[in-house]
């Protein structure tokens, strides 16, 4: 069974909006902290936002502060969603979300469980 499975990716003009899902498969997946992670063409992985569940304290790369918002649905422990707004061509790329059982942040080597990832294509 998939730990964790992504959704909401798509194609979206630059300033526009989208929001991506990520469903764990059980509570013990996203029990502590998730995160969201991406990665453009011919770069590197990089951390984009994280949260805690217990307390809900949240985590950005500068890039997207103010941008995008991370959040736990309101009624299932088990959904996370990253709110893209006024979106840049620079944010293009695999969207992916991860789970940690300890600690939380932007460090994608502290990162358990792993989905398959979402593509999120930004037009100018």
């Known amino acids: 069974q998939v730990p ?3 959704s909401g990716g798509g194609s979206v003009q630059a300033l526009g909006s989208l929001r991506l899902s ?5 509570y ?6 998730m995160g969201w992670f991406r990665q453009a063409p011919g770069k590197e992985r ?11 304290r ?19 422990n ?3 969603y990253l709110q893209m707004d006024s979106v ?4 293009t790329g695999t969207y992916y979300c991860a789970a940690r059982l300890s600690g ?15 593509q999120v294509t930004v037009s100018s």
């Not at 951390?47 to 217990?54: D, R, S, W």
């Not at 950005?60 to 736990?72: A, E, L, P």
């Open 46 to 56: 990089e951390g984009v936002a994280a949260i805690y569940q217990v307390g809900r």
């Open 58 to 76: 949240t985590f950005y790369d500068d890039s997207v502060k103010g941008r995008f918002t991370i959040s736990y649905d309101k009624d299932k």
């Open 78 to 80: 088990t959904v996370v």
């Open 88 to 91: 840049k061509p620079e944010d």
């Open 104 to 118: 939380c942040g932007l460090d994608q080597s502290q990162y358990n469980y792993w989905g398959q990832g979402t």
């Open 4 to 6: 964790l499975v992504e």
């Open 28 to 33: 013990m997946y996203s029990r502590h902290c």
């Open 22 to 26: 990520c469903q764990a498969s059980e």
